[in-house]
């Protein structure tokens, strides 16, 4: 949020374009879960507020700060982020508090700065989990092991407000990368909310999170809020309204620890997908692991900062219990992988387009996905399209394989929509699912009309 200039300082704001400092402060604490009311606080009763939510005082010395630190006196509050920098909220572009324009106009609203203003500082806050020894150059990792942080708004957010969340990583957007209702998507952006930057769009498949993770310096097998949760094909997700669902068989599932009870041995989290229609939160006992849960931690959380050592469960069984799927491709733009298909969908042949059509199926028609239906789908589409990438309707300008009019509808789901089939069969996937219901149900209609 710092270093988007869409965020600008303004009095007596608290979000989510424009903050003064309490706001700022309060916004960053609301977001994380924690128990600060649902309107801001001030400076003068920012002390009892963050008490009640289970930060502790201190008096304040410029070096003993650690990293989370909240400074608080009477008239400003910031956060320090370690290397002897705060991100703070301090005044608009004419230097004063009222009346500017909405957004950063200067770059220097809102941001991450050197700290200068350590001599009017009288309190620290800071959560009893952060009690670690650092300087103000530490840095050290802030883990809240708090078994009590509420999470319940999340279950609240559609897949537009959390991507909406999104304060970008190292590599951009999550969204760049992402199905809005995707698993990965959702993963993406908590990670960028925990401030892992180095979360990226092209993690893989949700199976494949948390060896991703270790390739950018990730722990194996801990467990702290943050930690990417890893589930593999087939795999049983524990739901907090009990029984549990089963991850996809190919693709996996990827969720993100939000909270840990180290005495009574339970996580919390929270997961996206298509079955969900919505943010998910979920809880779980890791006293034993389910077969094929892999977690990994953020590379400053290792077993002896916080969190529980774990060994990663392998393998991974299926059940009758319902299919939830967090989407098909993992990779930029509709790229799809699978077992029969090692190209990325671009420039497709008919046949690799229907090998990647088959895969995705499932996907979208997790409870009706037979021959019957994909037998369905590959007459429609030869109908429609011979199953060709750049198949053009001369008459109506109707295009691709499933001859999406205007074919730039299907930008919706990736940029390369003219040339990869993965990502026109995703759009048309879709398309079938919201208007007909089921590919057989397309086909009716088409041999009807003569159109779908």
């Known amino acids: 949020m710092a270093k988007d200039d869409g965020h600008g300082y303004n009095y007596g704001s608290y979000g989510p374009t424009d903050f003064d400092c309490s706001g700022l402060v309060w916004y960053a604490l609301h977001q994380s879960g924690y128990k600060v009311g649902d309107t801001r606080f001030s400076t003068a009763n920012e002390g009892s507020i963050l008490g009640g939510a289970g930060f502790k005082r201190h008096d304040f010395s410029k070096d003993r700060l650690r990293r989370g630190d909240i400074l ?21 572009e004419r230097g004063e508090a009222h009346g500017g324009a909405p ?9 991450i700065r050197d700290f200068g203003k350590w001599e009017a500082m009288k309190d620290v806050y800071r959560l009893p989990a952060n009690d670690g020894s650092a300087g103000s150059k530490g840095a050290a990792t802030s883990v809240s092991t708090k078994s009590d942080v509420d999470i319940s708004y999340l279950d609240k957010w559609s897949y537009s407000d959390a991507a909406s969340h999104d304060p970008g990583g190292d590599k951009g957007k999550c969204s760049d990368g992402y199905g809005l209702d995707q698993c990965t998507q959702w993963a993406c952006v908590r990670s960028h909310m925990f401030g892992y930057k180095e979360i990226h769009n092209s993690m893989g498949d949700g199976r494949m999170w948390v060896d991703s993770a270790v390739a950018l310096g990730w722990h194996k097998g801990v467990i702290a809020p943050g930690s990417i949760m890893s589930w593999a094909g087939g795999a049983q997700v524990p739901q907090k309204e009990g029984g549990s669902w089963t991850a996809d068989g190919q693709y996996g599932h990827v969720s993100i620890v939000e909270s840990v009870d180290t005495k009574a041995k339970t996580l919390r989290f929270s997961e ?6 919505h943010i998910h939160t979920s809880s779980m006992s890791y006293a034993e692991i389910p077969a094929g ?22 393998g991974g069984g299926s059940s009758d219990t319902e299919t939830t799927s967090c989407d098909a491709s993992d990779d930029t733009d509709g790229k799809v992988t699978d077992a029969s298909y090692s190209g990325d ?7 690799d387009a229907k090998k990647i059509a088959r895969q995705l199926l499932a996907q979208y028609f997790p409870k009706d996905h037979g021959d019957d239906q994909w037998s369905a789908l590959e007459k429609l589409w030869t109908r429609e399209s011979s199953w060709q990438w750049n198949a053009t309707n001369a008459s109506s300008g109707a295009y691709g394989i499933p001859q999406s009019l205007p074919g730039d509808k299907m930008a919706s789901v990736g940029k390369d929509w003219k040339d990869n089939a993965g990502t026109q069969i995703k759009w048309g996937l879709q398309y079938i699912k919201q208007r007909y219901g089921t590919p057989k149900d397309a086909w009716a209609h088409s041999e009807s009309v003569g159109w779908y």
Request: aromatic content about 4%.
């Open 72 to 92: 608080v006196s009477a008239s400003h509050t910031e956060i320090f982020v370690g290397d002897g920098k705060v991100v703070t909220a301090d005044n608009n």
């Open 103 to 111: 957004g950063d106009q200067t770059g220097k609203e809102i941001c």
């Open 272 to 277: 996206s997908g298509q079955g969900f229609g």
């Open 293 to 314: 849960l892999t977690f990994a931690s953020p590379p400053k959380i290792t077993k002896d900062t916080a969190g529980a050592a774990v060994a990663s469960s392998d």
């Open 345 to 351: 969908g671009n420039h497709a042949s008919p046949e």
